[in-house]
């Protein structure tokens, strides 16, 4: 996928995955996490609980191996990455942050990461 589709998605699963987080975890560290995409950096920070930053770097990893060229909606994906339990729990966490940011815009982008 192109580098600016990259860079969506892993905006909006850091924001999903730090409001999740705070709401429903304790103990938070700041970590920062580096990501090589294409011959490109990303310089992340991280506001997460120790199981959330795992779970976070899980879903950078599969997105990073995605070999398609154009990005389906991961539902719709003919060759699934994700292990079964990591996408329900993803799938929870983008679920719960979009209700709770009530954003139209926000909705959009969860609209193309996982719905069908
Ligand atoms: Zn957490």
Do not use: G
């Amino acid at each position: 996928m192109k580098i600016e589709k990259f860079n969506t998605e892993i905006d909006t699963l850091n924001s999903f995955f730090k409001t999740y987080c705070q709401d429903n975890h304790d103990r938070q560290e700041k970590r920062n996490l580096v990501l090589m995409y294409n011959d490109k950096i990303f310089d992340l920070e991280l506001s997460l609980c120790s199981q959330c930053y795992m779970d976070i770097k899980y879903c950078f990893d599969r997105l990073k191996q995605c070999p398609h060229e154009e990005k389906p909606k991961c539902r719709k994906c003919s060759n699934p990455c994700y292990e079964k339990n990591q996408w329900k729990n993803t799938a929870k966490v983008m679920r719960y942050s979009a209700v709770k940011l009530k954003l139209v815009e926000v909705k959009k982008r969860v609209k193309s990461f996982f719905t069908n």
